[in-house]
């Protein structure tokens, strides 16, 4: 199977799995559905098979040696969704044993294995033979939409430029968040690019939720509401049970608990789920910093699709704009980050209430401070928020910034020294 090269578009994630292949005798690659690993992967590799066809499963379930291509010419050799055949991973290890050669398989997986399968189909981690790297959709300078002309490595090393970016259009930030990342989904008529998110949720709905035990659909969907109503926010199990649940007593709620865990679980194996974790390091009063992690969908696309928002029902409200707006920028961040091999985070202050939106933490320890704000209008609030960050911090961040929706330019303010980029024109 050949990839369209003509279609095709270059992934941040596709140096790292170079690096990767140099190094492991196999490399998985992690991440939901339509994401574009296996495009990504055909790309890198020289030899296919899929473990969705019906007639290759059943053989690697019979014999899981028989899939393998022995040929060095056609290495490394992709197997797309090995977790359909769990013992296939062990094979692929000791494959790997066999040899001092590096690269010799790509294995993708859209699902991670409940732990009990876990416990009885694989038996060793694959540390030392099998590089993990985690997919995610295509982020706005992947898909074309950033013109890339701030960096967050420039602007770390002090090295961005002013810039003019020209204006976006709020209605173009709408349509980015009702389409998403989804390669499939970057072409399409914009009276259509609703369509790929809604049947990814009505595909986790009526299949996913259910291949190893039955689940309640309908407790699910109110779930998922749950999870998009609350995009972006730090919210505990208990605000989301008492957003789906009715409960009377305490063995109700002990009930529910349970399957919110269990819900939560199988959302989170479907990599359809990300969280933010706290930053609390070199604050003055660490034991106010609030350690709970903000929950988001993968894709901002899906929590528009849960609430059945369209471009037009975002620009009638600017308050949940906002918070899509804010899920949407850090997607790309947490890409972004990967690919520096840095970490997002955000802050709170659990007795002041002083939040800062996202924390970047760089490979060689530096951090940096970003708030978001869909509009220009905001931008002073931010400045103020970012400057009362900074006095409370022992180790003072390599940079503040705040990312806005509509800017016409990167701009680095004279006297806080707080950059001001558009989204549309941020890179790693």
Same mark, same amino acid.
């Given at each position: 199977?050949?990839?369209?090269?003509?279609?095709?578009?270059?992934?941040?994630?596709?140096?790292?799995?170079?690096?990767?292949?140099?190094?492991?005798?196999?490399?998985?690659?992690?991440?939901?559905?339509?994401?574009?690993?296996?495009?990504?992967?055909?790309?890198?590799?020289?030899?296919?098979?899929?473990?969705?066809?019906?007639?290759?499963?059943?053989?690697?379930?019979?014999?899981?040696?028989?899939?393998? /291509?022995?040929?060095?010419?056609?290495?490394?050799?992709?197997?797309?969704?090995?977790?359909?055949?769990?013992?296939?991973?062990?094979?692929?290890?000791?494959?790997?044993?066999?040899?001092?050669?590096?690269? /010799?398989?790509?294995?993708?997986?859209?699902?991670?294995?409940?732990?009990?399968?876990?416990?009885?189909?694989?038996?060793?981690?694959?540390?030392?033979?099998?590089?993990?790297?985690?997919?995610?959709?295509?982020?706005? *300078?992947?898909?074309?939409?950033?013109?890339?002309?701030?960096?967050?490595?420039?602007?770390? +090393?002090?090295?961005?430029?002013?810039?003019?970016?020209?204006?976006?259009?709020?209605?173009?930030?709408?349509?980015?968040?009702?389409?998403?990342?989804?390669?499939?989904?970057?072409?399409?008529?914009?009276?259509?690019?609703?369509?790929?998110?809604?049947?990814?949720?009505?595909?986790?709905? /009526?299949?996913?939720?259910?291949?190893?035990?039955?689940?309640?659909?309908?407790?699910?969907?109110?779930?998922?509401?749950? $999870?998009?109503?609350?995009?972006?926010?730090?919210?505990?199990?208990?605000?989301?049970?008492?957003?789906?649940?009715?409960?009377?007593?305490?063995?109700?709620?002990?009930?529910?608990?349970?399957?919110?865990?269990?819900?939560?679980?199988?959302?989170?194996?479907?990599? $359809?789920?990300?969280?933010?974790?706290? *930053?609390?390091? +070199?604050?003055?009063?660490?034991?106010?910093?609030?350690?709970?992690?903000?929950?988001?969908?993968?894709?901002?696309?899906?929590?528009?699709?849960?609430?059945?928002?369209?471009?037009?029902?975002?620009?009638?409200?600017? +308050?949940?704009?906002?918070?899509?707006?804010?899920?949407?920028?850090?997607?790309?961040?947490?890409?972004?980050?990967? *690919?520096?091999?840095?970490?997002? *985070?955000?802050?709170?202050?659990?007795?002041?209430?002083?939040?800062?939106?996202?924390?970047?933490?760089?490979?060689?320890?530096?951090?940096?401070?970003?708030?978001?704000?869909?509009?220009? +209008?905001?931008?002073?609030?931010?400045?103020?928020?970012?400057?009362?960050?900074?006095?409370?911090?022992?180790?003072?961040?390599?940079?503040?910034?705040?990312?806005?929706?509509?800017?016409p330019a990167v701009i680095k303010d004279k006297e806080t020294g707080i950059y001001i980029v558009p989204i549309t024109a941020l890179k790693p």
């Amino acid at each position: 199977m050949e990839i369209n090269k003509k279609k095709y578009r270059k992934r941040l994630i596709e140096k790292k799995l170079e690096d990767y292949l140099s190094v492991f005798g196999a490399v998985s690659i992690e991440g939901p559905k339509w994401c574009g690993k296996t495009w990504t992967s055909l790309k890198h590799s020289k030899s296919e098979v899929f473990m969705d066809d019906d007639d290759v499963r059943e053989m690697a379930k019979l014999d899981v040696k028989s899939i393998f /291509n022995n040929d060095l010419n056609k290495k490394p050799q992709l197997i797309d969704e090995w977790n359909l055949v769990p013992t296939i991973w062990d094979a692929v290890r000791r494959e790997c044993d066999k040899t001092t050669e590096k690269g /010799n398989f790509i294995i993708t997986g859209s699902t991670t294995l409940p732990s009990k399968i876990m416990k009885e189909k694989v038996h060793h981690s694959g540390a030392g033979r099998i590089g993990r790297l985690k997919m995610y959709t295509m982020s706005l *300078y992947e898909s074309g939409d950033s013109s890339g002309k701030a960096s967050l490595n420039a602007i770390l +090393n002090n090295t961005q430029e002013t810039v003019n970016t020209g204006n976006v259009e709020i209605l173009h930030l709408a349509q980015l968040l009702i389409r998403g990342g989804w390669p499939a989904n970057i072409d399409v008529s914009k009276d259509k690019i609703g369509l790929i998110p809604k049947s990814y949720i009505d595909t986790v709905l /009526n299949i996913d939720i259910n291949e190893e035990k039955r689940r309640d659909k309908n407790k699910m969907k109110m779930l998922l509401r749950s $999870l998009a109503r609350n995009e972006t926010s730090i919210v505990g199990n208990k605000t989301i049970i008492k957003d789906i649940e009715e409960y009377e007593d305490g063995t109700e709620l002990l009930s529910s608990r349970d399957t919110i865990i269990d819900y939560l679980d199988v959302l989170d194996r479907l990599h $359809l789920i990300e969280n933010q974790e706290a *930053y609390g390091e +070199n604050y003055r009063s660490p034991n106010r910093v609030g350690k709970s992690p903000k929950r988001h969908f993968t894709d901002p696309s899906l929590a528009c699709s849960c609430l059945g928002l369209t471009p037009e029902k975002l620009l009638k409200d600017l +308050n949940t704009f906002g918070f899509m707006f804010e899920a949407l920028v850090e997607r790309d961040l947490r890409i972004y980050m990967d *690919y520096l091999d840095g970490h997002l *985070y955000h802050f709170r202050d659990n007795i002041t209430g002083l939040e800062v939106d996202s924390i970047l933490e760089f490979q060689g320890g530096e951090y940096a401070a970003v708030e978001i704000k869909l509009g220009y +209008n905001q931008v002073e609030e931010a400045k103020k928020s970012l400057l009362n960050f900074y006095d409370n911090m022992i180790k003072k961040p390599a940079f503040m910034c705040v990312i806005v929706g509509k800017c016409p330019a990167v701009i680095k303010d004279k006297e806080t020294g707080i950059y001001i980029v558009p989204i549309t024109a941020l890179k790693p």
